[in-house]
């Protein structure tokens, strides 16, 4: 009790929670002199294992993380873009909120994704996760331009919600507080199973027959699995905080259900919102990196000047920016694409600028642009239709948007592929390539093996 008396927003609670009927949120935002984001997931862990996430945007601009969950927003197959803003946005209707800072991702944020294809069949490994899922957490810190901010998100009910406000702040103190953790010892890797790859080439020649065959269909991306089997439970701790250490030039993500952690550290932006200002990537066309600067320098060149890369990248930008060109009033799309180097990997990279209305929500840029001929193909409808034939596993959330939004509606999604799933003792990872007619099956699969590279070595499977 002492807690809810010196704290200076009691008196706005106590109004509040006098004045409620049914369910409703309160929540509130502080900032806090020194914390890190990836530490706070960590302290959580204690209270809220398997309701956890982290977000940190590729520019290490802004870095989120959120514990426990006052509120899941879920939705079947159809409609479900608007079935979850509609949610959400009745959620937000009936809520207090007391932000005084003007910083995105501040104040009541859901936290989610989308599955790459409701109408797929659910994979066992997936179980956990339904085909639109988002959180909004009961404790979150936000990392902005070096500060931290910290929101307080409860669901009250009656009048008698004070012993909640104060086990919150209580809670909120010990996570914000410097915590030892008692090191886990580190389940070690016992198999490795790459699946059947010669049917996976296959398959990639079937989806170069069915291009050439079909003037329509341009372009199909082909996904694999691979499944890591440990001697104990994989810490998804440890696995998210090497791809956080290791891969600062990407999407670092975990998104933790029950028993199961879906993370990664993706190169790719889906969108970005901020108010008026909608950022969107061209992302596909890749080669290694090499081993010299000079090296590495001259696989760069190379790309950018090879036809089969360049013809995979434009359908991306032809179809990018046809659908923004729907939604916004000016779109600026560079006429040709650069080079974008990851630890593992380089891509074609062109970046998407565009200018909505600030009352626009981001699901609907997510709607719309999900999934891009990155990952799904040209036509996409047609795409998906031989993804579904060709490609004998279930996605889930690879390769699907997963990100946030704020109560304002402006957010963030990744594209989340370099991604994997950890489910106790097993890790499943994913990876895809773009088939066009000149592809060539061995050479697809090794570029996913490439792609699979940041999530093995973060597993503890990596050969570096
Ligand atoms: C499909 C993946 O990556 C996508 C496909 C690319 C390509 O085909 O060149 C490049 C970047 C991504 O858009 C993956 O990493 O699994």
New binding site residues.
Partial sequence: MAMIKGHPLKGAFVDFINDINGSTLFSYVEKVEKGDPIRFYENGKEWYKGERFYFKDRDGDRVIAGLGSVRTIQSASSGRFADVESQWDAFMDRSSIHNPYDIYGTGPVAFGGFSFDPMRSQGEEWSRFAPSFFYVPELMMTMYGGEMYVTVNMVCEDVDSSPLFDRIEERKHAILSDMKHPSEKEAVLMELRAGNTAAWKKSVQAAVDKIKADAELKKV?L?RKVTAVFDGTVSSDRVLRRLDEGQPDSFVFSMEAMDSCFLGASP?RLVKKRSQTVLTTC????TARGATEQEDAELAEELLHDDKNRI?HDYVVQMIRQEMQSMCRSVTVPDAPVVMKVRDIQ?LYTPVVGEANEEDSILRFVETLHPTP??GGLPGEKALGVIRDLEEMDRGFY?APVGWMDYRKNGEFA?A??SGLIVQNEAFL?????VVPDSNPETELD?TNM?LRPMLRAIGGGNE
């Fill in positions: 991306v996904a790719e992302l596909a066309g890749s995979e891509h990155a990952l390769a594209v592929i370099r994913y990876a895809g390539c773009g570029e792609k």
